[in-house]
């Protein structure tokens, strides 16, 4: 069978065009190799029988079988309708587990990472299965495991002995303009060389128009000369020796020197597309204005070995796949977008990214229910998460960080989408409530939300309708970016410890904007909204309600609320509700606020709304 196969292999392959001939000791043990190809049979014949001879021989390998839960990464021998671990449905997908050949484990991710270093160190392209270029010899020699991207020769050492390297924000990358310095903030205070971060969101929220403008940014970016980390200060008693920033990579020889060293040079960005062509990416650049910028590259692909044997050839200071759903690896048998191809595409551009300090940047599609598309261990690979949110009716965008190893994950950018891309909005709070002199007599509040370091005040409207008499029907919640839940909290507070009845009313909710809520200091303002309506009482236009409402109606302190009320302050409000508890001090940045302290929500509707209605003391 083996002869027959080798036979038909060196008939049907004759025409093909020749390659360099590749190293033959993994056969010696099973085929002789003299005796199966004669010296005269062409190279290229001998090459792609000898791949067929290897895979006739190993036929007899056991393969095996399991099934993976595409939203959470649980494995099953056996396939189910539900995943025991998260719940889900129809989520498990089978996949084949090839048996570990002789060249090593880690995975076909780890084995396209072996053959991009061993291509890279030759100074030519990436071969197969770990050899060099033109069947040099194997990658197992070379200072890189096949399996991490860790050196050989490293040994543990002392935490104290890497910090004095400073790392700090020096070794970050800081964007330009009012644009880079927002997304900067975002991820942290910079672009971190060697990271590798996952962007997602919705279809049409705007991830591929970031990202085409990030490229351009960071053609023009350079390493921060600041020694403050992000969201510390100077003064907080743990200063140390940061002269030296960290040892100097070939990404920052070429920011620092441009590429191949000429001096004066930007760095270069590789732009990879799996969705696009080039010339819709063109087409792109020149409605965002940056068609003129010589420094990116843009390229269409979904073979992931060519994209490396780009990468090699170009030396980018920066990698943006696009997206990581589309990209596939030619050893591994499922199609792009399984479970086996994301997993293994991302390690190998994660051994990648840590291997030449290069910010890789990957596009991750979401499923029907807005969660990142792809096994959940993506998640757990990547150094930053960041998703954009917004609707296709609103042009504010929110790009929010939902992991980041180098950075505080509580911050948020505020953007709109125009014509040339996305551009930072300065006042957001202003922005949220610029139209709501168009309804005077609606029924909203105003809260004050904390999203990272940056107070926003966004508004919430409510409408309480009457149940018709003898409807079967349960009244109805509509919330819009308000938690549901939360809501029914609130709702049986207030039937609770008010006069309220809220089973008698339809209850809608929305947050102008198509904003969300999720923060429980806008609790207060929920409350205050739904009664407004329910009594038919106005709130004042210049008051900014800020606490939480607890089960037994008493109004509990937050967070920061100086630094709220003071944000609050310089948009023209005048009164604000906290709880009694909050201990505010007089300062000069609250002079002439006028604050009304609240042990309770009855206590806080008598000061918003009057005595209408509501219980005495």
């Not at 590798?196 to 403008?213: A, D, F």
């Not at 960005?269 to 087409?283: A, D, K, T, W």
């Not at 780009?310 to 792009?336: C, F, G, H, M, N």
């Not at 309220?500 to 929305?510: E, F, G, I, K, Q």
């Amino acid at each position: 069978m083996l002869r027959l196969a080798v036979r038909f292999a060196g008939m049907s392959l004759a025409a093909t065009a020749a390659r360099k001939p590749q190293s033959l000791s993994w056969l010696s043990r099973s085929i002789n190799v003299e005796l199966l190809f004669p010296p005269k049979r062409p190279a290229a014949t001998r090459e792609r029988c000898l791949v067929l001879a290897r895979a006739a021989s190993s036929s007899s390998a056991k393969t095996k079988q399991l099934y993976v839960c595409s939203d959470c990464g649980e494995q099953s021998a056996q396939w189910a309708g539900q995943c025991k671990a998260c719940g889900k449905w129809n989520t498990l997908e089978k996949v084949v587990v090839q048996p570990a050949g002789d060249a090593g484990g880690g995975g076909g991710g780890a084995r396209a990472a072996a053959r991009f270093a061993a291509g890279k160190s030759a100074g030519g392209g990436a071969s197969s299965d770990g050899e060099g270029p033109g069947g040099g010899a194997p990658f197992a020699g070379r200072a890189y495991r096949r399996s991490a991207w860790v050196l050989e020769a490293e040994a543990p050492q002392r935490l104290s002995d890497v910090s004095r390297r400073g790392f700090r924000q020096r070794w970050r990358l800081q964007l330009p303009g009012d644009n880079g310095r927002e997304l900067g903030r975002v991820l942290g205070g910079g672009v971190v060389p060697g990271s590798l971060t996952l962007v997602g969101g919705e279809p049409g929220v705007g991830k591929s128009t970031l990202l085409l403008q990030m490229a351009d940014m960071l053609t023009r970016a350079a390493p921060s000369n600041s020694a403050t980390p992000a969201g510390g200060s100077k003064g907080d008693g743990r200063e140390q020796d940061v002269a030296q920033p960290p040892p100097p990579s070939a990404q920052h020889e070429q920011l620092q020197g441009g590429q191949g060293g000429a001096p004066g040079a930007n760095p270069t960005v590789l732009y990879v597309s799996g969705e696009e062509s080039v010339e819709q990416i063109g087409s792109r650049a020149e409605r965002m204005g940056v068609a003129g910028n010589t420094d990116v590259f843009v390229y269409s692909a979904t073979r992931l070995d060519g994209i490396l044997d780009e990468i090699i050839r170009l030396q980018p200071a920066a990698v943006i796949v696009d997206s990581i759903q589309t990209v596939y690896l030619d050893e591994v048998s499922s199609s792009a977008g399984s479970v086996t191809q994301v997993r293994e595409c991302a390690t190998a551009l994660l051994q990648v990214a840590k291997r030449e300090r290069i910010p890789v940047f990957l596009v991750g599609h979401v499923t029907k229910s807005g969660d990142l598309a792809g096994p959940r261990v993506l998640e757990h690979i990547v150094d930053t998460v960041v998703y954009m949110e917004g609707g296709r009716q609103q042009p504010v965008r929110l790009v929010r960080c939902m992991k980041n190893r180098y950075g505080s994950t509580d911050e948020v950018g505020v953007f709109e989408m125009h014509d040339d891309g996305m551009q930072v909005v300065p006042n957001p709070s202003a922005l949220f409530l610029s139209d709501r002199d168009l309804a005077p007599n609606v029924s909203s509040a105003v809260a004050v939300v904390l999203e990272g370091t940056r107070p926003l005040l966004m508004e919430v409207q409510a409408l309480c309708s009457p149940v018709p008499q003898g409807s079967p029907a349960p009244p109805s919640r509509f919330p819009s970016g308000v938690n549901r839940q939360r809501l029914a909290l609130l709702l049986a507070v207030l039937g609770k410890h008010t006069e309220m009845r809220p089973y008698s009313v339809d209850v809608h909710l929305n947050v102008t904007g198509g904003l969300e809520m999720n923060e429980p200091a806008t609790d207060l303002a929920v409350a205050c909204a739904i009664a407004s309506s329910y009594f038919e009482q106005p709130i004042a236009r210049d008051v900014a309600l800020i606490g939480e409402v607890g089960l037994g109606g008493e109004l509990r302190p937050v967070g920061n609320i100086e630094r709220r009320i003071a944000e609050a302050a310089k948009l023209g409000f005048r009164t604000f509700v906290i709880p009694a508890s909050s201990n505010v001090h007089a300062s000069q940045r609250l002079k002439g606020a006028r604050i009304l302290e609240c042990k309770t929500v009855v206590e806080a509707f008598r000061a918003v709304l009057g005595t209408a209605g509501l219980p005495q003391a």
